[in-house]
């Protein structure tokens, strides 16, 4: 498809089939995602996918309210995608890159991350995201980007990772669910 075809038919996928999808896909997307720019080169944002049920299933009860989950009517179709995908920023990376002696003309340095007046790593969480749902249009694949019902913090703790790092929300990505003719 052509770029421009990519971006302008790229939709979000709300009902997904819950057929694996290729690891060479996967891959495809993932080095899309981490092709992004980021601030300084710091490279302060990893994309955490998670495959196995275990771990989707933790995910969602991490991520999610009961209630939303149980409620089926718009849960389902997401649920059943059978790839989550993370991004996962390290500010504390971004602090330290800005620190750096090539950075002390730049005005973020020696801020702290709460001083930051654009927080850099999730602007490159953002980008990230966005490469992805373009590669995932691009690979006919549906995604869907949303939002965390828990604070970022309690999600990734949740899945092993440091209380410093933040998330902006997370990908869901399949196969869209075939419609039939009762839909
Ligand atoms: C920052 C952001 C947060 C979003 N959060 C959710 C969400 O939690 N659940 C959801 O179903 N869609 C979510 N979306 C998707 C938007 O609703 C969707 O992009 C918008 O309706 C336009 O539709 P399209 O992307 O299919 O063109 C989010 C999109 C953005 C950019």
New binding site residues.
């Given amino acids: 498809m052509e770029f421009f075809d990519v971006a302008l038919r790229?939709?979000?996928t709300?009902r997904f089939d819950p057929s694996p999808i290729p690891d060479e896909a996967l891959a495809r997307l993932v080095a899309a995602g981490a092709s992004a720019p980021t601030a300084g080169k710091t490279s302060g944002v990893e994309l955490l996918v998670l495959k196995s049920p275990e771990r989707r299933a933790l995910f969602w009860d991490l991520a999610s309210d009961r209630t939303w989950r149980e409620d089926g009517q718009?849960s389902a179709g997401?649920l059943a995608a059978p790839v989550i995908i993370v991004p996962v920023a390290d500010p504390d990376a971004y602090v330290a890159r800005y620190a750096r002696p090539d950075k002390v003309s730049s005005a973020l340095a020696g801020l702290v991350a709460g001083e930051w007046p654009v927080p850099y790593w999730i602007v490159d969480a953002?980008f990230a995201v966005m490469l992805m749902?373009l590669a995932a249009a691009d690979a006919s694949l549906g995604a869907?980007?949303?939002?965390l019902h828990a604070p970022s913090q309690t999600v990734l703790a949740g899945l092993g990772l440091p209380a410093t790092r933040v998330t902006?929300?997370a990908l869901a990505v399949g196969h869209p669910a075939v419609s039939t003719p009762a839909d």
């Fill in positions: 790229r939709r979000m709300r718009e997401v953002s749902l869907l980007f949303f939002q902006i929300g």
